[in-house]
């Protein structure tokens, strides 16, 4: 099956008849409308035309500010981006060489294989369990296939919803220093914690002991698109400085700069809107996850296994690998009975995973949660007797 | 002299005493700022959440749907882009091969070649005089170095303000067809004429026979950072499906879409603001570049040339070929006087051209341009004085 006929069979999930755990959109109900709003008048008010002119590659000096002095950086070592997407394919420009071994979890976010991709690195996956990266595994694979750079989303991954213990940050952190990796920290749902204690991320970890920015081997993306609303496409790289200054020429290159609009826009709600709308959104998450791991224990049959994340936005299925059941086909078959998913086989750069699918939790209300889930165990019920009965 | 030394000194020109004839910054007194506020307050409005949700790659559809109405396209043969250097940085990843010879006019816009480098074309000069790209010495180029691409900003040209004239296009039409060569052609200013009659786009021209869309060798970017805001970073790029189609992969990947807001907002203002503000900004730029000429004929010392443009932001000098003046280190001492430009090699993918300089009118008063043209005029007679002292 190719990832445009799954595109196909999704596009059917617009039906408004169709529950969908597939997108991995924000809650819209939950975007600060009248903030926006209000935050837009106040743009067009105080900086009139200059709001719709031209402005710098690095993007809004106050707005990279922000970003700067709250992760211990200076302001040119943060490149605004249009989203994390610009981010990541602006990283593969100037970092990915053809044929780079880069390292990317099993299974990894499936945007960041699309944008990676056109630069030709050498994928290889690294052994990953319910805490994410096995730290001796990495080590074993390093030995015998020096790799550049490794891609990671560390906290509520997407697509598993898994994190990155503490320990193992550390440990990994270690690894890649002495084997000479860099780490590009993918961090869109960092914020977005619902249970347990926060995480420091792996940037945070390798400044702790002191280690200037400029020699940092980690490099950070973060977004404002699941904490403010995606459509403005505001997001930012984070490292060192040499890094920074390669981005800052192919984001020229790329399209001169990110609107100036919507970086004003985003920098008026920073020290309000953004705080409470991180409480609001991690708080309503929370609860829907809670109603969908409760359905899926309900609903599901014995033997389908899925992750409890403590937040983010998706959590991952997956089917008994003896059973013989590919999620691709079956997802004609569920959104025959009005629902949907993604099949988890694009996360995985090797092409494994037929067994798994991604759920996403956020833009389903409950009811309909509990609805899409026993539906689809119904599913998946009627695949394993069919399987059974092929034997 | 790098190009990080000439970005050096044009900040500089940021000083307010600088007059600054380097910019390629429409003027900002003339956006339709009121009607820009009051459009996106339409879309709040009308919109809600969604204006700030992702949306689809390809672009907004009634935006997609109002330029394939108006070129006699359908909407899946456009794309949206985040401004036209976004459109050429697409067409240069799908298009360009490493190696393949792409044809730019001597001089060209110097962002095109930016947008392009990464992809590893061989960048041939074709031979242009006042009329633009020469018919006759592309035949013959041809003839001797096939090429897949040319590259063209056939209307008010950046940098030259010059066009090419209908029978040229017509020309290179039936040339680039039977050597089997597509063309880019970048049409940023083709609605700011502010003297002469339209002529009509390649891609008009090309479809005129008859010929279906999919089947033209010419693809068009277009743009509504000249003729509404530049800021908000709305572009497209319209042409074959096979074209558009990679365009939208490569999208994805990219940046995954345009901003939801910005698109909109320029939706909203199709109708009615869009053709007054041309007109209103093609009439002032009109006098501004008139102001210009004028000052240039008083001024500037005899042996140097300018271009007159009908339309577009710029005007070209080229002084004396045998005068020895380099326009990159003479830009220190016009900055000494208070005037800038924008040296003319850099336009050249060449690396000729150091006897030449862009000017623009479109940013600065009329009072401004004489004053600042009197002052380049000393210049250059300083330069023109020392060189002969120097025989």
Redesign the interface.
């Known amino acids: 099956m190719t990832s445009s006929a799954i595109r196909e069979i999704l596009k059917i999930t617009q039906r408004p008849e169709v529950i969908s755990f597939a997108g991995g ?2 809650a ?2 939950l ?1 600060p ?1 009248a903030e ?2 209000e935050a ?2 106040k743009v ?1 008010a105080d900086h ?8 710098t590659t690095e993007g809004h000096l106050p707005l990279r500010t922000w970003i700067a002095d709250r992760g211990g950086l200076a302001p040119d070592q943060v490149q605004i ?3 994390s ?2 981010g990541l ?1 602006l990283l593969g ?1 100037v970092l990915i060489d053809p044929g780079d071994v880069m390292l990317v979890e099993s299974p990894t976010y499936l ?1 960041a294989l ?2 990676f ?2 630069y030709r690195p050498r994928f290889v996956e690294v052994i990953t369990d319910d805490d994410g990266v096995v730290p001796e595994a990495l080590e074993d694979q390093l030995r015998t296939t020096p790799a550049k750079l490794i891609y990671l989303v560390p906290t509520f991954q997407n697509p598993t919803g898994r994190t990155l213990s503490v320990e193992r940050r550390r440990q990994l952190l270690e690894i890649t220093k002495r084997h000479g990796v860099t780490i590009l920290e993918d961090g869109p749902y960092n914020e977005l914690r619902f249970r347990g204690e926060r995480v420091p991320t792996l940037f945070e970890l390798a400044l702790a002991d002191g280690t200037p920015v400029d020699d940092l081997n980690v490099i950070m993306l973060g977004t404002f698109s699941k904490v403010l ?5 505001d997001a930012w790289v984070q490292g060192p400085r040499p890094v920074i200054d390669k981005l800052v020429m ?1 984001k ?11 970086q004003l826009i985003v920098t008026e709600l920073l020290d309000d809107v953004l705080p409470r709308q991180i409480k609001i959104i991690s708080a309503e998450y929370g609860k829907r996850a809670a109603v969908m791991i409760n359905s899926i224990a309900e609903n599901f049959p014995p033997g389908v296994a899925c992750t409890d994340p403590d937040g983010g936005m998706f959590c991952w299925v997956q089917l008994p690998t003896d059973a013989g059941i590919d999620t691709e086909p079956m997802l004609a078959a569920a959104v025959d009975r009005n629902v949907a998913y993604v099949p988890g086989r694009p996360f995985f750069a090797s092409g494994i995973g037929h067994n798994t699918m991604r759920l996403s939790y956020v833009t389903s209300t409950e009811q309909e949660i509990r609805a899409g889930i026993e539906a689809l165990g119904a599913v998946i019920e009627d695949q394993l007797v069919g399987r059974a009965q092929l034997r």
């Open positions: 959109l924000p819209p109900e975007f409308l926006i709003r837009t008048e067009y009139g035309p200059a709001a719709l002119q031209y402005s981006t249009s989203g997407q610009q394919d420009r945007g699309q944008a991709a056109p609303a995606p459509g403005l496409r192919a020229q290159a790329a399209d001169l700069h990110s609107p100036t609009l919507n």
